[in-house]
Nanobody
Framework: QVQLAESGGGLVQAGGSLRLSCVVSGRFFNIYAMGWFRQAPGKERDFVAATTWNTEALYYADSVKGRFTISRDNAKNSMYLQMDNLKPEDTAIYYC???????????????????WGQGIQVTVSS
């Protein structure tokens, strides 16, 4: 059973930065695409960013493009989300997710993923 664990969340003022990490247990991390999603209070879980197994393709939600950067270190079974110039509307629980192998769904869609972390709170104060 694969496990995903997020870390690095917290409270930050608007304009500040945070770096989220996601460590994935198990083998063959380097063959799976990975993604970040978030869920704000009272809203559905939304796509934030995703990367293919080799970072050849990176995808971002329009709302975070230019402010967030997704990366991964396959040697450490880890994925990261550098979040800069944070805004109050970025406040949410952030989830990392591992895609199904050769998923038929685009990485922007939750259907592409079959393993999820527990989530971590990010709060941006104004």
């Amino acid at each position: 059973q694969v496990q995903l664990a997020e870390s690095g969340g917290g409270l930050v003022q608007a304009g500040g930065s945070l770096r989220l990490s996601c460590v994935v247990s198990g083998r063959f991390f380097n063959i799976y695409a990975m993604g970040w999603f978030r869920q704000a209070p009272g809203k559905e879980r939304d796509f934030v960013a995703a990367t293919t197994w080799n970072t050849e393709a990176l995808y971002y939600a329009d709302s975070v493009k230019g402010r967030f950067t997704i990366s991964r270190d396959n040697a450490k079974n880890s994925m990261y989300l550098q979040m800069d110039n944070l805004k109050p509307e970025d406040t949410a629980i952030y989830y990392c997710a591992r895609a199904s192998y050769r998923s038929a769904y685009h990485l922007r869609l939750q259907g592409a993923y079959n393993s999820w972390g527990q989530g971590i709170q990010v709060t941006v104060s104004s």
